[in-house]
């Protein structure tokens, strides 16, 4: 093999890996512009329009994800109610307590 033959295949080999570098990069943009119209709520997109397994799973991660963080927010407010609850309950009983400690005054 000559050394510019081998040469061409030096610049095709170099190439091959730009471009394998370049559609990476491209795939990965395509999916994070995807995800952040999705959770903006810029576009919506129904599981039946979906044709292709990366946007399948870009709306399947995304989905799931709003879904994580609006499940977190009603256990927050749970957490919060539960609390609330138990500080009435916690007060309704200290006064209850108060009242049997009070002397009884006479009844004139």
């Known amino acids: 093999m000559s050394s ?10 170099a190439l ?3 471009a394998l570098w370049n559609s990476f990069r491209l795939h990965h943009g395509y999916v994070q512009a995807l995800a952040d119209s999705l959770r903006s709520g810029a576009i919506a997109i129904e599981d039946s329009d979906v044709v292709d397994a990366t946007t399948k799973r870009t709306l399947s991660d995304t989905t799931h994800a709003l879904n994580r ?5 009603e256990i927050q407010a749970y957490r919060m109610q539960q609390q609330n609850q138990s500080l009435q309950t916690q007060l309704k009983q200290d006064d209850r307590e108060r009242n049997l400690d009070r002397p009884k005054e006479p009844d004139h």
């Open 4 to 13: 510019s033959e081998r040469y061409i295949i030096g610049i095709a080999v």
């Open 69 to 73: 963080e609006q499940l977190l927010l």
């Open 16 to 18: 091959g890996i730009a």
